[in-house]
């Protein structure tokens, strides 16, 4: 698949009008609700799926759970010809602080699960820029565009790419904004690996706190 075709996806998405439709959480920030995010998102893609992994329990009783979504882009579903991105997120306690909830019952897991398919779609451009806006504000443009012939010549970003970009950002939001933009680095690690990339990005954005 070209990147064309993936970054008109997410120019298309990341630019929807999502007025009427967000609601406001307990820490004060605009949120969309996993059942309108699901609706706006198969409405214009169809052929989408999502699938929750295992959730990863630490030994402080705390649970991470995990969210793949695959859209196909042809009606044929081949399987050459999809788009798949991954997220993780913390179960945690509503509002400001948003700590981590030790031992969460199976309705504080589920939630999570929904709220981090919210973020995964996120991360096809469906309402980043409300995670954007919550890291410290940003303007509403789209990246620039890439110039004539970019596709082409632009050589694939490895993993240890991705870290170098990373190690040079100068804020927390830098580097979420680096991790958004080079998810398609990210959708290739097997589990092990995205573990341990979640580790090593979470040590980075430490040292912003």
């Not at 169809?46 to 759970?65: C, I, K, L, N, Q």
């Not at 993780?88 to 999570?112: C, E, F, H, Y």
């Not at 596709?151 to 991790?179: A, F, H, N, P």
């Not at 998810?183 to 090593?200: G, Y």
Request: glycine share 6%; net charge negative.
């Amino acid at each position: 698949m070209s990147q064309t075709k993936i970054r008109e996806m997410f120019t298309k998405l990341y630019e929807m009008d999502l007025k009427g439709m967000l609601q406001q959480g307990y820490d004060g920030n605009d949120y969309l609700n996993w059942a309108d995010a699901w609706c706006i998102f198969v409405t214009h893609y169809p052929a989408s799926f999502y699938t929750f992994h295992d959730e990863t329990r630490h030994p402080d009783g705390s649970v991470m759970v995990n969210c793949t979504v695959r859209v196909h882009l042809s009606d044929e579903m081949i399987h050459e010809d999809y788009i798949e991105r991954s997220m993780w997120l913390p179960v945690m306690q509503s509002g400001k602080a948003k700590a981590s909830v030790v031992n969460p019952t199976s309705r504080q897991i589920q939630d999570a699960r929904m709220r981090c398919l919210v973020k995964c779609l996120g991360m096809f451009g469906l309402g980043i820029k409300l995670w954007r806006m919550a890291e410290g504000g940003m303007d509403h443009s789209v990246p620039s565009e890439p110039v004539a012939g970019e596709d082409e010549e632009r050589t694939e970003l490895t993993l240890d790419g991705l870290k170098d970009m990373i190690k040079s950002r100068e804020s927390k939001k830098q580097i979420i904004d680096c991790l958004s933009a080079n998810a398609n680095v990210t959708a290739k690690l097997n589990e092990e690996e995205a573990h341990d990339f979640r580790l090593w990005c979470s040590n980075e954005i430490q040292k912003f706190k």
